[in-house]
């Protein structure tokens, strides 16, 4: 099952490659995030300022379990380096990240048998986001238009 959904969402990441100045496309995201055994699902744009520079934002839901949710943003900037052989790029990015995550409201049994409620609650993170490998992967499946 994990083979397959690494497969679907390395499908589904890159739409087009060696895109010009003004281009625009939009991306499908779909993952597992491992740490706390959450599907999500999500978006990113592209839009190239130059035929190097492009901007990505992104967006990602974390579906509920054990009562949390999740949202991130981010804003990242790619700097794309071509490598023509076998329609390959990459890129480095840097960007920001914010990260939500809101807890429902919960009742738990402690060691003692009691049980307590726990009301709601949400936390947001802010982060910068440094990456210098993504890019082979996100254009290797990738689409020449």
Same mark, same amino acid.
């Given at each position: 099952?994990?083979?397959?959904?690494?497969?679907?969402?390395?499908?589904?990441?890159?739409?087009?490659?060696?895109?010009?100045?003004?281009?625009?496309?939009?991306?499908?995201?779909?993952?597992?995030?491992?740490?706390?055994?959450?599907?999500?699902?999500?978006?990113?744009?592209?839009?190239?300022?130059?035929?190097?520079?492009?901007?990505?934002?992104?967006?990602? $839901?974390? #579906?509920?379990? %054990?009562? &949390? /949710? !999740?949202?991130?943003?981010?804003?990242? @900037?790619?700097?794309?380096?071509?490598?023509?052989?076998?329609?390959?790029?990459?890129?480095?990015?840097?960007?920001?990240?914010?990260?939500?995550?809101?807890?429902?409201?919960?009742?738990?049994?402690?060691?003692?048998?009691?049980?307590?409620?726990?009301?709601?609650?949400?936390?947001?993170? $802010?982060? #910068?986001?440094? %990456?210098? &490998? /993504? !890019?082979?992967?996100?254009?290797?499946? @990738?689409?020449?238009?």
């Amino acid at each position: 099952m994990k083979k397959f959904i690494g497969l679907v969402v390395l499908l589904t990441i890159s739409l087009s490659t060696f895109a010009q100045k003004g281009d625009f496309s939009l991306l499908g995201n779909f993952g597992y995030q491992t740490d706390f055994k959450r599907v999500m699902i999500g978006a990113q744009g592209r839009y190239n300022l130059t035929n190097h520079v492009r901007l990505a934002p992104d967006l990602m $839901f974390f #579906f509920p379990k %054990n009562k &949390v /949710t !999740g949202f991130d943003i981010d804003v990242n @900037a790619h700097y794309v380096f071509n490598l023509h052989e076998d329609n390959l790029s990459l890129y480095p990015l840097a960007g920001f990240n914010l990260q939500n995550n809101f807890q429902g409201k919960q009742t738990i049994k402690g060691d003692d048998g009691k049980e307590t409620t726990l009301d709601s609650h949400s936390s947001t993170n $802010f982060g #910068f986001n440094p %990456n210098f &490998v /993504t !890019g082979i992967i996100n254009e290797f499946f @990738a689409v020449n238009n």
